[in-house]
């Protein structure tokens, strides 16, 4: 271990502490994929976003959070507003009074 460490360029105790940290860090996402789990039984349609607000987790930032969540599956498919913004029921459609007409200077429709 002694030439991993000096090929490496790094010492037995930052070796160590690299480790430690990760082994922190896979610990904690373990736990919080519990509590999303337990989150979204009562919450099926919270974000990503509002559960990182909620939770907190220590060893993790919103956007590494965010990242987590979508790699473990947890986002929430968006829920498409089907609202109709024109509404064509009861327009008259004017017969178009231009169709057999040739024009042969500009303007000469108006």
């Known amino acids: ?31 919080l994929l519990l509590l999303i789990y337990q989150i979204r039984e009562d919450h099926p349609t ?5 559960m990182y607000y909620k939770l907190r987790p220590e060893t993790m930032g919103r956007d590494t959070f965010e990242n987590f969540c979508r790699e473990e599956g947890l986002t929430v498919e968006r829920v498409k507003n089907w609202r109709r913004t024109t509404d064509s029921t009861g327009v008259i459609r004017f017969d178009n009074l231009l169709a057999e007409m040739t024009s042969t200077t500009i303007n000469q429709a108006w």
């Open 46 to 50: 919270m974000g990503i976003r509002d």
């Open 1 to 31: 271990m002694n030439k991993l460490y000096k090929t490496l360029g790094i010492s037995k105790q930052s070796f160590h502490q690299m480790m430690d940290r990760e082994l922190k860090v896979r610990s904690e996402k373990k736990q």
